[in-house]
């Protein structure tokens, strides 16, 4: 029982030991450990030699790199589990350290990932970035951008020069300095920290809004990948439920629906090719929806007014066709509420406060919305998709 208990903590400083030699840290110049130091209110002296710099950031890194939620309040801590889809009310028996554990348990990450990311930062740091924030660093650091310039060519282009950006400069970029942010202005970087859920500090300079945006970055790009995980998820699920609603319609509803929609049925079409035809313009429909939204060329959490009605799903649509056909339309305002609800609360997740006040509208909106949905159809018609 000794040994055992002799054993376990020295497993535990083995594991750190190893740890902490492979972490990011151990490769960054001086002034990258000083500039992670003061991003993170960390108090060094000055001078100071590199390995009492790497000794302070060793000791700060698990709490602020890898486990930042440690230091979170209660509200926060419960704030997360309810975003990640689990209960979130605190019970007598949630102390903080429970708390804690839950949302280690279900964190964005592992912590093998977290070191990792931080060995790789221009992998990840771009990504939270607008598409104008995007273009003007290129065309600052004459990056050429063949056109179109798509968000994903701006942000494989960017990644590809940042290194040498950096170099060019006479920088580090392993932990960026201020060159990163240099076409940005102090209300992009405000901009940045508002729409990213994280407070400006005050009083603020140039110097302390890069700063934690900086400090941030990791943080905001892990949200913004979880809602893009929980996008997908959800649009399969819809997609699958669509399906299943297809497949249990008779040969009379599919050419209903054709008819309704304005879909052109083949001569001698069969139900079974029917019923894929249905299905395949649906889908089809959905994909151009998507790509819309994922393809503008605005910030993907600041949507020009006149396209934030391409995330509303057709699907309240097709729904409705089959509740009215049950008598019930009660049930088919109840099903559009729903669907555009829940349309709604995925736009209301990225930041769309226009989608908010129209979720807000609630039953008597719902109307308006699924004509906005009808609206959008009108390209379907004749197979243009």
């Known amino acids: 029982m000794r040994i055992t208990k002799i054993l376990i903590p020295l497993a535990f400083v083995a594991n750190a030991a190893v740890t902490s030699s492979n972490a990011a840290y151990n490769k960054w110049h001086e002034t990258?450990?000083?500039?992670?130091?003061?991003?993170?209110?960390?108090?060094?002296?000055?001078?100071?030699?590199?390995?009492?710099?790497?000794?302070?950031?060793?000791?700060?890194?698990?709490?602020?790199?890898?486990?930042?939620?440690?230091?979170?309040?209660?509200?926060?801590?419960?704030g997360y589990l309810k975003q990640k889809g689990f209960e979130a009310k605190q019970s007598a028996e949630d102390t903080q350290d429970a708390l804690v554990t839950r949302v280690r348990d279900s964190w964005y990450e592992t912590e093998e990932e977290a070191q990792s990311a931080w060995i790789n930062v221009k992998d990840w740091i771009l990504d939270t970035w607008s598409d104008s924030q995007l273009k003007a660093f290129c065309d600052r650091h004459g990056i050429p951008v063949p056109q179109p310039r798509k968000r994903d060519l701006l942000l494989k282009k960017a990644r590809e020069s940042y290194e040498m950006i950096a170099r060019k400069t006479g920088e580090t970029a392993a932990y960026p300095g201020s060159w990163l942010y240099e076409s940005w202005k102090e209300s992009d970087l405000k901009a940045w920290l508002t729409t990213h859920g994280f407070p400006a500090p005050q009083p603020s300079t140039r110097d302390s809004l890069i700063s934690s945006v900086r400090r941030n970055s990791r943080l905001a790009y892990l949200r913004m990948r979880a809602q893009a995980d929980r996008r997908a998820h959800d649009a399969q699920n819809a997609l699958t439920r669509t399906y299943q609603l297809i497949d249990s319609w008779s040969e009379a509803e599919l050419r209903e629906f054709c008819d309704k929609w304005g879909i052109p049925i083949p001569k001698g079409t069969s139900p079974r090719q029917l019923r894929a035809l249905v299905r395949k313009r649906y889908a089809a429909l959905v994909r151009a929806e998507n790509s819309a939204h994922h393809h503008a060329h605005h910030h993907p959490l600041h949507p020009h007014p006149e396209t934030t009605s391409i995330i509303l799903p057709p699907a309240p649509s097709i729904t409705s066709l089959v509740t009215d056909k049950a008598g019930d339309p009660e049930m088919a305002v109840s099903e559009h509420a729903t669907r555009v609800r829940e349309a709604f609360d995925r736009a209301v997740r990225d930041g769309w406060e226009w989608a908010c006040d129209k979720a807000r509208e609630g039953v008597d909106g719902v109307k308006g919305v699924v004509e906005q949905v009808r609206g959008r159809v009108e390209g379907w018609r004749g197979g243009e998709l």
Request: aromatic letters at 12%.
């Open 32 to 78: 990258e450990l000083e500039r992670w130091l003061a991003d993170h209110d960390v108090p060094f002296p000055t001078p100071s030699d590199r390995k009492n710099l790497e000794t302070l950031v060793q000791e700060k890194w698990q709490a602020y790199a890898v486990k930042p939620y440690q230091s979170w309040s209660t509200e926060d801590l419960l």
